[in-house]
C-alpha cells in the first residue's frame, strides 16, 4: 500500500477494486474500477486531490502514511459524487488543519451528502489559484460533466490536469499508466457512453479550455492517468462532435420467435444494402454494452412484441435508456409482433422526448411473420440505406 510517484511532488494514493461489478446499482463494472486520489506536496503547503469511495479509505490512509505526512492543508473536491469524495469527512477528522476545497456550487453538495461543516469548506471561484509554494492548483469549472458543480484542477508548473470523471475508465489496472491505448479505448468508451454522453454537449463546450492549457498528462479520478493526453481527447472530440456513423442499433426481445425473425431480416437486408446492423438481444443485456453501440450510432430500430398492450418492458427500458444517454442518433423505428393489438410504437415513441429523432414507419406482424411483412421490412432498410448511405 505504498504512493506511487507521478511527477516531482506528485504521488498517486488511490486504491484499486478489483471486484466492483456494479455502480450506483445501475452501471455494470465488468472490469472492475479504480478510485484514484493525489497527494501535492509543495514547498509550504499540501493538498489532496480527490479522495476515495468509503469502501477503500483504508487503502488511501495506508498510502498516505507511507509517504510519513503530518498535514494536509488543503482537499480538492472536484467533484462531490461519493466514490471521489466520500472519504473527505474522514481526511478532515485525520487533518484538523485541512480544508475541502470546492466550487460554489460543490458546497451546498457537500454539506449535504457528506455532512460537512461550513467552516472547514473554502469555496474557489473558475480560474482561481492556491499557491502551495512551486506548486499553483488552479481551479477551472467544468459544469455539467457530470454534475453541476463539477471542476478540474489544473498544475501549470508540471502542466498536469486532474479532471475528475472526464477522461476516466472504469477499469481495475495494476498499471498505473495507459501502457496500451488500443486496449484502454473499450474501456473508455464505454465509460463515456455511461457516464458522460448525456452531457456531450456541456463537453463539447468546455473542451476547448481542456486543448488550450496544452496538458501533458492528464490524472482522471478512475482508470489509468493518460501520458499522451492527445489520445484521449481526440477520442473524445470524436465520442461528442463526430458525425453518426454507418450504424444501426436493434435492441430486440422475442417471447415466441416471431419478433426475432424480423429483426434477423432487417439485419441481413441491411447488410445486403451495405449499412451496419447490430442486433442486441435484452433477454441477459449488458446495458454498458448498448450504451456503447449508441455513442455512434445514427439510428435505434426498437424490436418487441406487444405484451398487455404495450412493448415488452426489457425494450421500453431500452426506449428510456436511449432517452437519458442522448445519443447523437437522428432515426428511429419499431418492428414487431402482436397478438390481437395495442399501441406498442406510440408508447415507444413517449418514452424518447430527448432525442431529435426521424421516426420511419414501423413494421408490425400479426402473429408470425410473412411474405408482406418481410417486403416491408425491406422497404424500411431502403428508406434507411437513403439517409446513411449517399447516392
Known sequence: MQARKIS???????????????????????????????????SKKSALIDAVDPTMKKVLFARLNSLNISSIDYVIANHAEQDHSGSIPDILAAYPNAKAVTSEKGKALIMDLLAVPEDRILVVKDGEAIDLGEKTLQFLYFPWVHWPETMLTWIPEQKILFPCDLFGSHLASADLYTSEESLLLPAAKRYYAEIMMPFRTSIEKNLNKVTGLDP???????????????????????????????????????????????????????????????????????????????????????????????????VAYAAILANALRPKATFAS?????????????TLQALMPNL????????????????????????????????????
Open 356 to 391: 431529435k429523432l426521424d421516426f420511419l414507419p414501423p413494421v408490425l406482424a400479426k402473429g408470425l411473420p410473412r411474405p408482406k411483412d418481410y417486403a416491408a421490412i425491406d422497404a424500411l432498410a431502403e428508406t434507411i440505406r437513403t439517409r446513411i448511405i449517399a447516392p
Open 216 to 314: 501533458q498528462m492528464i490524472a482522471p479520478s478512475h482508470g489509468p492517468i493518460h501520458k499522451n493526453p492527445k489520445f484521449i481527447i481526440d477520442a473524445y472530440r470524436d465520442w461528442v462532435a463526430g458525425p453518426p456513423k454507418n450504424l444501426i442499433v436493434v435492441p430486440y426481445i422475442s417471447m415466441h420467435d416471431s419478433t426475432r425473425l424480423m429483426v434477423e431480416h432487417f439485419v441481413e437486408a441491411c447488410a445486403d444494402r451495405g449499412l451496419f446492423a447490430e442486433q442486441f438481444d435484452l433477454a441477459d443485456a449488458d446495458t454498458g454494452r448498448l450504451a456503447m453501440l449508441l455513442v455512434d450510432a445514427s439510428g435505434i430500430v426498437l424490436g418487441s412484441p406487444i405484451v398487455l398492450a404495450g412493448p415488452h418492458p426489457k
Open 334 to 346: 419499431v418492428i414487431g409482433s402482436f397478438g390481437w393489438g395495442g399501441r406498442l410504437v406510440e
Open 8 to 42: 516531482d511532488g506528485i504521488w498517486w494514493t488511490g486504491a484499486v477494486d478489483w471486484d466492483r461489478r456494479l455502480f450506483d446499482s445501475l452501471i455494470p463494472l465488468p472490469d472492475g474500477t479504480s478510485y484514484n486520489s493525489y497527494f501535492v506536496q509543495g
